[in-house]
Nanobody
């Protein structure tokens, strides 16, 4: 079992920035493609961003392109999500997830990730 622990959530004003971090408890963090998901009340969980094992390939949903940036530090077993120009509609619980894969150049955007974090609440007020 791989534990994923998110941090950095909170309450901010519209237009503000927030940086989420996820730390993985595995010595082989570079063997996992990573992703960030979010779920708002009354809505289904949706993928926000994905990043390949080597950090080269990234996937962004259209509504976060230019505002959110995903990055990973394999030496520290962390993946981050820098969120700028936050909007009230970004309010949700954000989850990081890990997918074990044998390819460096692969981004996983499906829901069947192997491991999930507990989630961190992001609230954006007007």
């Amino acid at each position: 079992q791989v534990q994923l622990v998110e941090s950095g959530g909170g309450m901010v004003q519209a237009g503000d920035s927030l940086r989420l971090s996820c730390t993985a408890s595995t010595p082989t963090f570079d063997k996992y493609a990573m992703g960030w998901f979010r779920q708002a009340p009354g809505k289904e969980r949706e993928v926000v961003v994905g990043i390949s094992r080597n950090g080269v390939k990234k996937y962004y949903r259209d509504w976060v392109k230019g505002r959110f940036t995903v990055a990973r530090d394999n030496a520290k077993s962390t993946v981050s999500l820098q969120m700028d120009s936050l909007r009230p509609e970004d309010t949700a619980v954000y989850y990081c997830a890990a997918y074990e894969i044998s390819f460096d150049d692969y981004v996983h955007i499906n829901y069947n990730y192997d491991y999930w974090g507990q989630g961190t609440q992001v609230t954006v007020s007007s």
